[in-house]
């Protein structure tokens, strides 16, 4: 399977091609050497195609091996003589993602790595620190109390919890994710998390409003521009709002009207194109959603890598510190009270 990033160096080579006037087949034949995986046979499937003099918008349009988001924006591009410049948009707008996703796997990786080793702690405290200081704790007291008994049962079932509960929030959570997971997106598991779901919703809208923007700057038609730009959606129902309000304005129906009643539509979409109605503004209100929703996504990105690990270092450190004391000085207090009782 092709990904982003393989698509984004076949559009980058399309482009510099399309600039400079040269033949497209052996171009593409000649970048095929340098990539790897799946883009080097489609590559060379395109460049066969060309090279039989099968025309460049009908060559894409029947290539199978591509997606087909990315054979529909090639091909518009083509009929409005803005190859290049649409190429160029899907890049930058893919470059983005790119780039946003790769920093929101950057601010999940330090909490993750945290609870590794918080359960990796635990389990060393539970099978070798514990039961000395239970046994201590027992000869010091009457009647023990609680944590001794649940140490004694944890350290005897630990062959058992230790791996269990990692495999049973591994399994839950694939459960979530393939059941109830709307929002499956690259970075897999994680966008079964509420928040984690939020961040990935503004980087892809801030992706599509991008698109959306260079394809209306394109002069690609607005629906075409709104059927391609909505395949960056995350939300299925944003994209059949979108699908929907394209198949309106192919009809005739005002773009006002359309995004007026069709619910489901990017709420940012829906006001601006609400109020809008000349081509200028409407991109330029575009740039601006994308934009802010990229700034919140980097920010709540940023939260996660930062805010989150420091809160849970806080609460591990403080939960390990009430722990302490209480299996240190529990036993003294308790020694005290009955050498006070002493007559």
């Not at 009908?58 to 190859?83: I, K, Q, W, Y």
């Not at 929030?169 to 598991?189: K, M, N, Q, T």
């Not at 929703?293 to 939260?303: E, W």
């Amino acid at each position: 399977m092709i990904d982003s990033a393989q698509l984004t160096r076949l559009a980058t080579e399309l482009e510099i091609l399309l600039r400079a006037n040269s033949p497209l087949g052996p171009g593409l034949r000649d970048a095929s050497n340098r990539w790897r995986g799946a883009l080097r046979p489609a590559a060379e499937k395109l460049a066969e195609r060309l090279d039989a003099g099968m025309p460049v918008d009908e060559a894409l349009r029947t290539a199978g091996e591509l997606p087909p988001v990315f054979r529909s924006l090639a091909a518009a591009g083509m009929t409005t003589d803005r190859a290049a410049d649409v190429l160029r948009a899907y890049s930058t707008s893919t470059r983005q993602l790119l780039d946003l996703r790769e920093r929101l796997l950057r601010g999940l990786m330090y909490p993750a790595i945290i609870l590794i080793l918080t359960y990796g702690l635990t389990i060393l405290l539970i099978h070798s620190v514990l039961p000395q200081m239970a046994s201590m704790v027992g000869e010091f007291s009457r009647v023990p109390p609680r944590w001794v008994h649940f140490v004694e049962k944890a350290n005897a079932t630990l062959p058992v919890w230790s791996w269990a509960i990692p495999l049973g929030l591994l399994v839950a959570s694939w459960l979530v994710h393939f059941l109830f997971g709307r929002h499956r997106s690259a970075i897999g598991i994680w966008g079964s998390f509420p928040f984690v779901r939020s961040v990935l919703s503004d980087i892809h809208s801030s992706t599509a409003s991008s698109l959306l923007a260079a394809l209306l700057d394109c002069e690609v038609p607005l629906p075409l521009a709104l059927s391609l730009a909505g395949e960056s959606l995350t939300s299925r129902r944003a994209q059949a709002a979108v699908n929907a309000i394209a198949d309106d304005l192919r009809k005739g129906v005002p773009a006002q009207h359309a995004f007026r009643e069709r619910a489901g539509a990017p709420p940012l979409w829906r006001a601006l194109f609400v109020r809008e109605r000349e081509a200028g503004p409407l991109r330029a209100g575009l740039r601006h959603i994308a934009e802010v929703l990229a700034l919140r996504a980097r920010s709540r990105a940023d939260v996660l890598g930062r805010v989150i690990p420091v809160l849970l270092i806080i609460a591990v450190g403080g939960l390990t510190v009430g722990a302490y004391g209480t299996v240190v000085f529990g036993p003294l207090v308790e020694l005290w009270e009955r050498i006070g009782a002493q007559p």
